[in-house]
């Protein structure tokens, strides 16, 4: 279909799985912010529980971006 690969389709994989590296053609990822997602799923909880009429909670964090 005259589709190259990564010349116009790039893979990108969402937990830096460190596989991505040994792949061919290699593929990009993220790395996740998991102690930083722990702590946020902690403190909407917290805050969940003292206000239980609470909607809405949303935190941005940002992941790194892990190039291959």
Known sequence: ???RVPEDVRLVG???AP???RFTPRFSTLE???EEIGRAL???ARKLFDE???RGLVECLR???VLY
Do not use: K
Request: aromatic share 10%.
């Open 42 to 44: 902690v403190r909407q």
């Open 14 to 16: 969402w937990d830096h």
């Open 63 to 65: 992941a790194r971006p």
């Open 1 to 3: 279909s005259g589709v």
């Open 19 to 21: 596989e991505a590296a």
């Open 32 to 34: 996740l912010p998991f």
């Open 52 to 54: 239980p009429q609470a």
